[in-house]
């Protein structure tokens, strides 16, 4: 069965930073992509940033530049380092990763006060 376990979320002040890390019970070699979505109360799930096998990365137009994905191999772990962090960026992170099926984390909550 596979695993996703999210963590590295918490509060932090208009301008901080955290950096989100999804550790994965196998190889993430294995799958075809990864990626983190948040969700906010009240709003629809979105994609934030994808990290393709071949090391392809998108990021959502409100990410770019502020948020970097990568991931480290030999961890089987994804990381997802946020900069410069935002009010509106308050959400529930959810690490995802795609092979036959998609697969969720279970979120990692992050509150960014003003």
């Known amino acids: 069965q596979v695993q996703l376990v999210e963590s590295g979320g918490g509060l932090v002040q208009a301008g901080g930073s955290l950096r989100l890390s999804c550790a994965a019970s196998?190889?993430?070699?294995?799958?075809?992509?990864m990626g983190w979505y948040r969700q906010a109360p009240g709003k629809q799930r979105e994609l934030v940033a994808v990290l393709t096998r071949s090391g392809i990365t998108n990021y959502a137009a409100s990410a770019k530049d502020r948020f970097t994905i990568s991931r480290d191999n030999a961890k089987n772990t994804m990381f997802l380092q946020m900069n410069s962090l935002k009010p509106e960026d308050t959400a529930v992170y959810y690490c995802t990763a795609r092979r036959d099926t998609v697969y969720w984390g279970q979120g990692t909550q992050v509150t960014v006060s003003s």
């Open positions: 196998g190889s993430i070699f294995s799958f075809n992509s």
